[in-house]
């Protein structure tokens, strides 16, 4: 890695954990910010959601802006967008003005992550290197979302939840310039016109899927307006593909999503990523309900798997190396699984506390391992002109799964009984490691349909850069 190299990785690196952060920084704080700026109680979880509306629904579509208007270009658009919008949160005298703060962020994160990763897989080749990259991503990607647990309660404890808006402005303002002086725009290839009808139809489809799984997470999977708009979305889904398989230039090239890395890929880090976040939610139920415990402590707890998350990173790229994709990716949720399985055995003495510390621990090292292989697996033999798509693409599967996990385990404990009570959060912890056991023998099944048809070198089962015979020799051990 050159010095130009590392300290542009050093950028965008610290652009993602901040990005991540932003996604859960305020969920400890939402109490105190009802009763400042006089949100109704039932409303206070819009400043989560959004955000997320924002960030999920708009990030296919910005990931592909990048590819017309330069990767560099978009991602100090989006920087500039997310300091902002956080100064304008930090002052915000009414609801209104501070779910504009929070909507402008959300599409700050849509623009910025995507083009982020685009940087990234266009700075280094294919090989160690961008593996290594890629490991380094996802460890402050995943450490973001739980760091900002942990840094919610402490600037809401010690200063005010206000700084937990103000905080960004100057570390983004810095990246922006950091980004200007340091980061080379990547030559762009002749762009055809762009797929407005289709950018429309999945925006809209995702916004409504996750206002859905909003909506089901709060009432219960009976709600009548989560089911209009779980309906929704699957039609406009629907028409999506159609149009797509129509247009000359389409959104989405779906020739892309039947690569087999590619699809095995995102199948991997959706389960990964939903069923974490859910764990982490059910997990932070569990200990202020169950436990009683005060949410600063709760946060530092959570916040000790992180280290596992940092373990993970750190060897996923060398599990990819040795054992290949589809190894790789079996590994780490198949760890996932039995980690969060385990868990199950919680109950309402503190001694459940360290039973946690050490399972969750083994549980972050396994959806760390499955995420850097998802990240390699996503953004393999794309070529140049494709890469802002194929990381617009990751970005949506990043940014759904984190948003659809909390919801989804939501609905499954309330519908068990509630989320304050132990039955309930060990079935859902339950299901949820079901869940991912579940999406195991799904992509077992991909991996077998297409395996016939997969071109000559897929990464699937190989080394993805073994250039030597040894190195082969190895990874079909």
């Given at each position: 890695?050159?010095?130009?190299?590392?300290?542009?990785?050093?950028?965008?690196?610290?652009?993602q954990?901040?990005?991540?952060?932003?996604?859960?920084?305020?969920n400890?704080?939402?109490?105190?910010?009802?009763?400042?700026?006089?949100?109704?109680?039932?409303?206070?979880?819009?400043?989560?959601?959004?955000?997320?509306?924002?960030?999920?629904?708009?990030?296919?579509?910005?990931?592909?802006?990048g590819?017309?208007?330069?990767?560099?270009?978009m991602?100090?658009?989006?920087?500039?967008?997310?300091?902002?919008?956080?100064?304008?949160?930090?002052?915000?005298?009414?609801?209104?003005?501070?779910?504009?703060?929070?909507?402008?962020?959300?599409?700050?994160?849509a623009?910025?992550?995507?083009?982020?990763?685009?940087?990234?897989?266009?700075?280094?080749?294919?090989?160690?290197?961008?593996?290594?990259?890629?490991?380094?991503?996802?460890?402050?990607?995943?450490l973001?979302?739980?760091?900002?647990?942990?840094?919610?309660?402490?600037?809401?404890?010690?200063?005010?939840w206000?700084?937990?808006?103000?905080?960004?402005?100057?570390?983004?303002?810095?990246?922006?310039?950091l980004?200007?002086?340091?980061?080379?725009?990547?030559?762009?290839?002749?762009?055809?016109?762009?797929?407005?009808?289709?950018?429309?139809?999945?925006t809209?489809?995702?916004?409504?899927?996750?206002?859905?799984?909003?909506?089901?997470?709060?009432?219960?999977?009976?709600?009548?307006?989560?089911?209009?708009?779980?309906?929704?979305?699957?039609?406009?889904?629907?028409?999506?593909i159609?149009?797509?398989?129509?247009?000359?230039?389409?959104?989405?090239?779906?020739?892309?999503?039947?690569?087999?890395?590619?699809?095995?890929?995102?199948?991997?880090?959706?389960?990964?990523?939903?069923?974490?976040?859910?764990?982490?939610?059910?997990?932070?139920?569990?200990?202020?309900?169950?436990?009683?415990?005060?949410?600063?402590?709760?946060?530092?707890?959570?916040?000790?798997?992180?280290?596992?998350?940092?373990v993970g990173?750190?060897?996923?790229?060398?599990?990819?190396?040795?054992?290949?994709?589809?190894?790789?990716?079996?590994?780490?949720?198949?760890?996932?699984a039995?980690?969060?399985?385990?868990?199950?055995?919680?109950?309402?003495?503190?001694?459940?506390?360290?039973?946690?510390?050490?399972?969750?621990?083994?549980?972050?090292?396994?959806?760390?391992?499955?995420?850097?292989?998802f990240?390699v697996?996503?953004?393999?033999?794309?070529?140049?002109?494709?890469?802002?798509?194929?990381?617009?693409?990751?970005?949506?599967?990043q940014q759904?799964?984190?948003?659809?996990g909390?919801?989804?385990?939501s609905?499954?404990?309330?519908?068990?009984?509630?989320?304050?009570?132990?039955?309930?959060?060990?079935?859902?912890?339950?299901?949820?490691?079901?869940?991912?056991?579940?999406?195991?023998?799904v992509?077992?099944?991909?991996?077998?349909?297409?395996?016939?048809?997969?071109?000559?070198?897929s990464?699937?089962?190989?080394?993805?850069?073994?250039?030597?015979?040894?190195?082969q020799?190895?990874?079909?051990s």
């Open positions: 890695m050159t010095r130009h190299q590392l300290v542009a990785l050093l950028i965008l690196l610290s652009s954990f901040l990005l991540s952060v932003d996604f859960s920084i305020l400890v704080a939402l109490p105190e910010i009802g009763s400042a700026l006089g949100f109704a109680s039932a409303d206070v979880q819009w400043v989560a959601t959004t955000f997320a509306l924002c960030a999920a629904g708009f990030t296919l579509l910005l990931g592909r802006l590819d017309w208007v330069g990767r560099r270009r991602f100090v658009i989006g920087m500039a967008v997310l300091a902002g919008a956080s100064l304008v949160g930090g002052f915000a005298g009414s609801p209104v003005v501070l779910l504009i703060a929070r909507a402008l962020q959300g599409l700050a994160t623009a910025a992550m995507p083009a982020a990763l685009a940087l990234i897989t266009s700075i280094f080749a294919e090989g160690p290197l961008r593996r290594r990259a890629l490991g380094l991503s996802s460890v402050l990607a995943s973001g979302f739980t760091a900002g647990a942990v840094f919610g309660g402490i600037l809401t404890n010690y200063l005010s206000r700084a937990a808006f103000l905080v960004n402005v100057p570390i983004a303002a810095a990246v922006v310039v980004a200007l002086l340091i980061i080379r725009e990547p030559a762009r290839e002749k762009q055809a016109r762009l797929d407005v009808r289709g950018a429309a139809l999945i809209t489809a995702l916004i409504t899927l996750v206002f859905a799984m909003s909506r089901f997470g709060e009432h219960g999977v009976t709600d009548p307006n989560g089911l209009i708009c779980l309906a929704a979305s699957i039609v406009l889904i629907v028409f999506f159609r149009t797509e398989r129509r247009h000359s230039a389409p959104l989405v090239p779906l020739k892309l999503l039947t690569r087999p890395n590619i699809l095995a890929g995102h199948l991997i880090g959706f389960a990964s990523l939903s069923m974490e976040t859910g764990l982490v939610f059910l997990s932070t139920m569990y200990f202020q309900h169950v436990l009683e415990l005060d949410p600063l402590i709760t946060g530092l707890i959570i916040g000790l798997t992180g280290v596992g998350a940092v990173g750190v060897i996923g790229p060398r599990v990819v190396g040795r054992l290949g994709i589809r190894g790789a990716m079996l590994l780490g949720l198949g760890i996932q039995l980690a969060t399985g385990a868990l199950v055995a919680v109950n309402e003495h503190p001694g459940s506390i360290a039973l946690y510390s050490v399972v969750g621990f083994i549980a972050a090292i396994g959806h760390m391992v499955a995420i850097v292989t990240l697996a996503a953004t393999s033999g794309v070529e140049p002109g494709q890469q802002g798509l194929a990381t617009g693409l990751v970005t949506m599967t759904v799964g984190m948003t659809l909390t919801p989804i385990v609905a499954i404990a309330t519908a068990a009984g509630g989320l304050t009570s132990l039955l309930a959060l060990r079935i859902g912890i339950g299901i949820d490691a079901l869940i991912v056991a579940a999406f195991i023998v992509v077992v099944i991909v991996l077998r349909r297409v395996g016939t048809r997969r071109a000559p070198g990464p699937l089962d190989a080394h993805p850069d073994a250039h030597s015979e040894a190195e020799a190895t990874t079909r």
